[in-house]
């Protein structure tokens, strides 16, 4: 991807296929044991908006074992229309089983675009679908829109996050893209909205069964970076592995997720899971305080998005405080044990603001 | 004896990549190209197996002719063959028609070296960040893939199966599959070995094998390079991180200062987007 390079249209795979047949942006559902990721969701929000603007319908399509109640799900957040495909063959992700679903809902219904998350599962299942069909697929967007010629401009971070590319796909439909978790809106959950459900034979073949999901294991220690509504986050100044857990004292007082910047990570203070921004995860919580952590350029780019940023540092030139909206200036082993004392007593309500302050200033004198 | 092709890329080190400020745009020069990370990753396992069972481990590359110092190294690191497949026609590739290349590589390696029962790929490129070409690699040649693996658990010759932990936002996720299958590597799975001595001197009289698109008879033109890549680069920018305007909350008072923050943040719409009480 060089910068500025303009390509001409390809004559190579140029085909006689009648496009204009192909009306309605589509969201490929994800869902585990029926309940759908959230990025999901996200998606038919954006999906939504460029519907509008393409005058089409806003298409689901829900693959699964017992998931009809997410197809009324769908509808609630904005599908005009859900295609679900239930066998009990779906129950676990698996890439041919599903793809053949989506092989045979795209040819069938045609669909002008099609949307799912980026995550692991997402990008797994388009990489197949793409090559299938064939057609031309962006991953990780994070901005989508339509112009007036009906195509998808699909924005992604290039080059470690150091650059966003639009990518375009102009002889082929369906567009594909897959988008990040956190970065468009849900519609609000609508439950006088209604959506045509429109059921879809499983597309099972004996060859399947080359590949089984012998069990999922639930990472409670992992935390959900990309999904997760607030996260606390850790630098270089944190010293050593032990202060993460005044980290995470704070996160659970929050309800969040610890996070961390490279330098902690390759100083082995924490897991590479944890790590926000270049080569690890971009992150959009609705809140994120920086703890010690300097504010360099990838770390930025990975966590700019958040609603809100607090950041705590003991050097007030820190970068970061650049990109917060609140800084506290000062000793973040006595800052972060006494924010997560007062989140603990207002969450708990019961105390009046005076029975707060003592507790508080309990915790900063360290009792 | 097993067969393993593992699928290398030489990339610029993204890592060292600069945006020149006063242009905006990329500062390559002088950037070091390296294996792509996890496709180390991807090599490691072949050879680990090769180690445990014995086995044939065949590199591949499509790229520049200077890509042959990247298959060189895998030699050093005991890979048997390293494949370079390199024509101008190649160039501008994206990932469709980078994948269909590929999977025409590892058909002709079959035909050269016999049935292939793993293909290793990295779980994506430091350069273009997609982790499409694996799953297109694998259906192209119509065999199963295992993307995001973080542990080969198992490999048991007599069934020909082999069951991995697949690494997902939320937990991990044990899959059985029947062989040949592609697998796409993380950095979790294991940690790449250095050089051997007699790999580094078999490696600096190994001449990498390399393929042009006179090599593959039956290639479809239309399909390769530019002209085969249906997404487009309408254009790229320099992303400006948004400064704000920091509100200070006073911290001579340490409880005094998490009271403030705290009636800052509970001022917004936070209590109510996260049900605070």
Redesign the interface.
């Known amino acids: 991807?060089?910068?500025?390079?303009?390509?001409k249209p390809?004559?190579?795979?140029q085909s006689d296929t009648d496009w204009s047949e192909y009306r309605g942006v589509m969201v490929v559902v994800e869902q585990?044991a029926g309940v759908a990721?959230p990025v999901s969701w996200q998606l038919l929000g954006e999906a939504r908006r460029l519907a509008d603007k393409l005058d089409s319908p806003l298409l689901a399509l829900v693959i699964g074992h017992q998931v009809q109640g997410l197809a009324r799900e769908a509808g609630y957040h904005g599908a005009d229309r859900v295609y679900v495909c239930d066998s009990p063959e779906l129950a676990?992700y698996r890439?041919?089983p599903y793809s053949r679903v989506c092989l045979y809902v795209i040819r069938e219904y045609k669909p002008e675009i099609v949307l799912m998350g980026a995550?692991?599962?997402g990008?797994?299942l388009?990489?197949?679908i793409?090559?299938?069909l064939?057609?031309?697929?962006?991953?990780?967007s994070t901005q989508l829109d339509v112009d007036e010629e009906r195509l998808l401009?699909a924005s992604r971070?290039?080059?470690?996050?150091?650059?966003?590319?639009?990518?375009?796909?102009?002889?082929?439909k369906p567009q594909m893209a897959t988008a990040r978790a956190g970065v468009f809106e849900a519609l609000p959950r609508d439950e006088t909205r209604s959506a045509e459900v429109v059921m879809v034979p499983p597309q099972i073949d004996p060859e399947d069964i080359?590949?089984?999901?012998?069990?999922?294991?639930?990472?409670l220690e992992?935390g959900?970076l990309?999904?997760a509504?607030?996260i606390v986050a850790g630098g270089r100044g944190l010293g050593g592995p032990g202060a993460f857990s005044l980290l995470k004292e704070l996160a659970d007082a929050?309800?969040g997720e610890v996070g961390a910047s490279r330098a902690a990570v390759d100083l082995g203070w924490i897991g590479?899971d944890h790590q926000v921004g270049?080569?690890g995860t971009t992150v959009r919580p609705?809140?994120y305080i920086a703890v010690g952590i300097s504010g360099a350029?990838q770390h930025?780019?990975g966590m700019?998005n958040s609603?809100?940023?607090?950041?705590i540092n003991k050097d007030s030139e820190a970068p970061i405080?650049?990109?917060?909206?609140?800084?506290?200036?000062?000793d973040l082993f006595?800052?972060v044990p006494?924010?997560a004392?007062?989140?603990r007593a207002?969450?708990s309500?019961g105390l009046s603001p005076e029975g707060?302050?003592e507790q508080?200033?309990?915790?900063?004198?360290g009792e | 004896m097993l067969h393993l092709v593992v699928c290398i890329k030489q990339v610029p080190d993204?890592?060292e990549?600069?945006?020149d400020p006063k242009t905006n745009?990329?500062v390559r020069l002088g950037v070091p190209a390296i294996i792509n990370y996890y496709d180390l990753h991807g090599l490691e396992e072949a050879l680990r197996l090769k180690d445990e069972f014995g086995a044939r481990v065949t590199v591949v590359s499509m790229g520049p002719p200077s890509a042959e110092k990247a298959l060189k190294q895998c030699i050093s690191m005991g890979a048997d063959e390293a494949v370079l497949v390199s024509d101008r026609a190649f160039a501008?590739a994206?990932?469709?028609a980078t994948?269909y290349v590929v999977a025409l590589t590892i058909q002709k390696v079959e035909e050269r070296w016999g049935t292939v029962d793993i293909v290793f790929c990295g779980k994506q490129t430091?350069?273009?960040?997609?982790?499409?070409?694996?799953?297109?690699v694998?259906?192209?040649l119509d065999i199963?893939?295992?993307?995001?693996v973080e542990k080969l658990e198992t490999l048991d010759l007599a069934t020909r199966e082999v069951?991995v932990h697949?690494?997902?936002?939320?937990?991990?996720?044990?899959?059985?599959?029947?062989l040949p299958v592609l697998i796409t590597a993380l950095?979790?799975l294991n940690r790449p070995r250095r050089a051997s001595l007699p790999g580094i001197l078999r490696a600096a009289r190994y001449q990498p094998i390399v393929w042009t698109t006179n090599d593959f008879p039956t290639i479809d033109?239309?399909?390769?390079g530019?002209?085969?890549?249906?997404?487009?680069?309408?254009?790229?920018?320099?992303?400006e991180?948004?400064?704000?305007?920091?509100?200070?909350?006073p911290?001579e008072?340490?409880?005094?200062?998490?009271?403030a923050?705290?009636d800052?943040?509970?001022s917004?719409d936070?209590p109510q987007?996260?049900g605070?009480?």
């Open positions: 991807m060089a910068e500025e390079r303009k390509r390809m004559i190579g795979l585990r990721k676990s890439t041919r995550t692991y599962a990008r797994d388009a990489g197949a793409a090559t299938h064939p057609t031309g697929l962006t991953a990780d401009l971070p290039a080059f470690s996050e150091k650059m966003l590319a639009t990518i375009l796909c102009k002889q082929f080359s590949t089984q999901v012998l069990g999922f294991v639930e990472s992992r959900n990309e999904d509504d607030v929050l309800g590479h270049q080569t609705r809140l350029v930025v780019v700019q609603t809100y940023i607090v950041a405080f650049r990109f917060a909206n609140y800084g506290i200036k000062g006595q800052i006494a924010l004392q007062a989140v207002r969450r309500g707060v302050l508080v200033s309990a915790a900063g004198r | 993204s890592r990549i600069r945006i745009t990329l501008g994206d990932t469709l994948s430091l350069d273009g960040d997609t982790g499409q070409v694996g799953p297109g694998a259906c192209r199963d893939q295992l993307t995001y069951t697949r690494h997902l936002e939320d937990g991990v996720e044990r899959v059985k599959a029947r950095a979790e033109r239309a399909k390769i530019l002209r085969g890549s249906p997404t487009i680069v309408s254009k790229t920018w320099v992303p991180p948004k400064q704000v305007q920091t509100q200070w909350v911290s008072d340490i409880a005094a200062a998490a009271t923050l705290l800052h943040l509970y917004t936070l987007k996260l605070w009480a």
